[in-house]
C-alpha cells in the first residue's frame, strides 16, 4: 500500500475491466491502425506526385465513378486538390492517433472519458464520412470504406458493459 504525503493510503492499482471493455478497446486499436493506414497511404501517394493517386484514393461511388471523373490537367488546380486531399488523409491519420489513445487509456485506465471521446469525437468524423462522402456516392462503397464505421460502432456497443460502472466514480 502506497500512502500520500499526508500519510493517508491509496491503492495504486488501475480499475479492472472485464472482456468486454478489452474487446471494445481491442475494436478501437483496429479502427485507429486503418485510420492511421489512410493517412499513410495519402503521404505515399502525395510524396509519388499522383494527384491522380489520390484522387482515386476518395472516388469510385455511384456518383463519382472513376471511368467518368474528368481530372484536372492545370498546374494550380492539380497542385490545390493535391493540398487538400493530402490534409484529408492527415485528419483521418490523426483520428486514427486519438483512437490509440482511447484504446490505451480503456485498456490501461478502464477511463470513461475516453470512452466517450470515442463515442463523439471519433464518432463525428467516422459518421461525417460515412454519411457525407459513401452513402452519397462520392467513395465507393465496399468493404474498407464501411468497415471502419461498424467497427467503430460494435467498440462503442460493447465496451461500457466491461467498463467499471459510473456510479462507483
Request: net charge positive.
Amino acid at each position: 500500500m502506497t500512502t500520500y504525503s499526508n500519510g493517508r493510503p491509496y491503492a495504486n492499482t488501475t480499475p479492472r475491466i472485464s472482456t468486454a471493455a478489452k474487446l471494445g478497446a481491442w475494436l478501437f486499436f483496429l479502427w485507429a491502425v486503418l485510420h492511421i493506414w489512410v493517412g499513410l497511404e495519402g503521404i505515399h501517394q502525395y510524396l509519388t506526385g499522383s494527384t491522380l493517386g489520390l484522387w482515386n484514393m476518395l472516388i469510385g461511388g455511384t456518383h463519382a465513378p472513376r471511368t467518368a471523373f474528368v481530372h484536372a490537367t492545370d498546374a494550380i488546380t492539380l497542385y490545390a486538390q493535391g493540398q487538400l486531399i493530402l490534409n484529408f488523409c492527415i485528419d483521418v491519420g490523426g483520428y486514427g492517433v486519438l483512437g490509440l489513445a482511447v484504446w490505451w487509456l480503456i485498456l490501461n485506465r478502464a477511463s470513461w472519458p475516453a470512452y466517450f471521446i470515442g463515442v463523439f469525437v471519433i464518432g463525428i468524423a467516422d459518421l461525417a464520412f460515412l454519411f457525407a462522402m459513401v452513402m452519397s456516392g462520392v467513395i465507393e462503397l465496399n468493404t474498407g470504406t464501411i468497415g471502419g464505421p461498424v467497427i467503430w460502432f460494435m467498440a462503442i456497443v460493447v465496451t461500457p458493459f466491461g467498463l467499471p460502472s459510473l456510479r462507483n466514480k
